[in-house]
């Protein structure tokens, strides 16, 4: 009788193991191991799945927006950069650089300290306005290769990378000295604006490998020529898309869009969705970064598309490879 028990005992067990009632399984040995590898492996795939979003803070000029931008969450900045001769590369927008605004060195230092204190930056954009005022021979300080040598020496080993951004200044020395030096070193890249295709054509021969060929396309008012995405090509968005399936298809690598302000939400979707592109230039339109509602905004379109479409996209980490 007992044995007669046990065995119907036994078969009703294995009925509701099968139903997946009990949760038998819990009660193997090495089944929560093998539930937890199998959880943080799922994790591990989906965070590849995601597309890494750069917010990346327009304009920013000094110290204090350094870290005023990490602070609201931007994962990479954009620095315009001007040659003086005598006194080198400076932060600055407007070619007039005094003793008010701060030197490459100072905002290169900032960047690198934040990073070694554990900030998520990944990498700075230079928007270099004068590729080529400076002769190499006549005015070292402030030629390309100063630029250059100045990131590698204060940016590359707190491990930020570098984008040089040539915005149509692509026939520029500049530009050529930047093709041929960063084939050496991976933690640098290049970015130039326009239609896709033109940017494709003007990489042609270059020697540079895809991954490290950026394309941005935009306007300091991002509504001018945006379009509505549908377009084959000229507008911007329409551009943006043809650049991402470009990418896609290994011709070019991270494709950004610009510049996003307050208001700008609906167009962030696009550019995010429909464009796919992998980052945005946020801030203000024509003043530099600094402590206001209308930054905090613009990152928060970034950061709201992204929390919308978590199972497909992410906010960009230090971990994360640009290039």
């Not at 990152?299 to 992410?314: E, L, N």
Request: proline share 4%; charged share 25%; with cysteine.
């Amino acid at each position: 009788m007992p044995s007669l028990l046990s065995a119907v005992y036994r078969t009703i067990f294995l009925t509701l193991c099968a139903l997946n009632i009990l949760g038998c399984a819990a009660q193997s040995p090495g089944h929560h191991h093998q539930h937890h590898h199998l959880h943080q492996q799922k994790q591990r795939d989906q965070h590849q799945q995601q597309q890494p979003i750069y917010a990346i803070a327009h304009r920013v000029l000094r110290p204090s927006a350094v870290t005023t931008a990490l602070s609201h969450g931007a994962n990479a900045i954009e620095v315009d950069l001007t040659a003086q001769e005598k006194t080198g590369w400076w932060a600055d927008h407007s070619g007039e650089a005094n003793s008010t605004d701060a030197t490459a060195q100072e905002i290169f230092t900032a960047v690198a300290n934040e990073r070694r204190r554990g900030q998520n930056i990944t990498f700075v954009w230079f928007d270099i306005k004068t590729p080529d005022d400076c002769d190499p021979k006549r005015n070292p300080e402030c030629s390309i290769e100063a630029l250059r040598d100045l990131s590698r020496k204060i940016l590359q080993p707190a491990g930020v990378k570098a984008l040089y951004g040539f915005y149509q200044t692509a026939d520029s020395r500049g530009f050529k000295v930047m093709a041929e030096s960063i084939a050496n070193n991976s933690n640098e890249a290049v970015v130039l604006s326009g239609k896709a295709s033109d940017v494709a054509a003007q990489y042609k021969g270059k020697g540079i490998d895809a991954p490290r060929r950026l394309m941005d396309d935009g306007f300091p008012q991002m509504e001018n020529n945006f379009g509505n995405c549908q377009e084959p090509g000229n507008f911007t968005c329409a551009e943006l898309r043809n650049a991402s399936e470009m990418r896609d298809q290994g011709q070019l690598g991270k494709i950004m869009g610009w510049t996003s302000t307050r208001g700008d939400a609906g167009r962030v979707d696009m550019l995010l969705g429909t464009a796919r592109v992998d980052g945005i230039i946020y801030g203000f339109q024509d003043k530099e970064y600094k402590e206001d509602p209308v930054v905090r905004e613009a990152f928060g379109d970034i950061r709201s598309f992204v929390d919308r479409h978590s199972a497909t996209h992410r906010m960009a980490t230090a971990e994360d490879v640009p290039w």
